[in-house]
């Protein structure tokens, strides 16, 4: 194997990454065809994550859904301690596409003017983190979506090993789309090398 940072020889190769990166890799010898046509054609989301942190907690505990740009609403803190707490902006399709193309201090303050007006916040926030998970060139996307027709096309190739190659990661999980499935795919792939000795 080679990198930008050397040549590593290695008994197993665990591509522990988004689908997005696999693409740009030249890889010899070539995948299978299911499985090339599985790496390339995976579809991923399009979920843009703004977090604004307020002094206060002056709003009720749950998710909300609003017909707003911000889409939903939630806290991430709800069971941390402290009087400060974050409120969560997750906006995905066509609006993760348009908050992606916004720089991030346009879309903290956008989420956060939306937020006091869903819940007539009193407050200045403290500061807040934006991720435009499509605009990430590492990630391509928030996570898969088997788009119609691609599970049955798709899932056992992107589940197989191809020789000593493994892919892992939330889109070959039984539940995609969570961070506990790419552990559990972690878990799959550790299995099956050690099972192959």
């Known amino acids: 194997m080679r990198t930008e940072r050397g ?8 591509l522990a990454c988004s689908l997005a990166t696999v693409r740009r890799m030249t890889i010899t010898p070539s ?11 995976l579809g991923y989301g399009t979920i843009t994550k703004t977090s604004v942190q307020w002094p206060h907690r002056q709003w009720p ?4 859904t609003t017909a707003g740009r911000a889409q939903r609403v ?3 803190t709800m069971d941390q301690p402290g009087e400060s ?4 902006a997750y906006c995905g399709g066509d609006g993760g596409h348009q908050w992606a193309t916004m720089p991030e201090p346009e879309r903290i303050a956008l989420a956060a003017a939306e937020m006091t007006a869903m819940h007539g916040l ?16 590492r990630f ?15 899932w056992q190739p992107l589940r197989e090993a191809w020789g000593r190659v493994h ?9 995609t789309g969570y961070m506990e499935g790419a552990l559990e795919s972690g878990e799959t792939v550790a299995t099956r090398i050690v099972a192959a000795g």
């Open 85 to 88: 707490g974050i409120l969560m």
């Open 122 to 137: 009193a407050l200045q926030p403290l500061g807040g983190y934006s991720r435009a998970w499509g605009a990430e060139p």
């Open 31 to 41: 995948m299978p065809v299911p499985l090339h046509a599985a790496v390339h054609g």
């Open 7 to 14: 040549s590593f020889v290695a008994d197993h190769v665990v």
């Open 140 to 154: 391509g996307g928030s996570y898969a979506v088997y788009e119609p027709g691609q599970v049955t096309a798709f």
């Open 61 to 64: 505990p749950g998710y909300a």
């Open 167 to 175: 892919l892992a990661g939330e889109h070959v999980a039984t539940c």
């Open 74 to 76: 939630y806290e991430p």
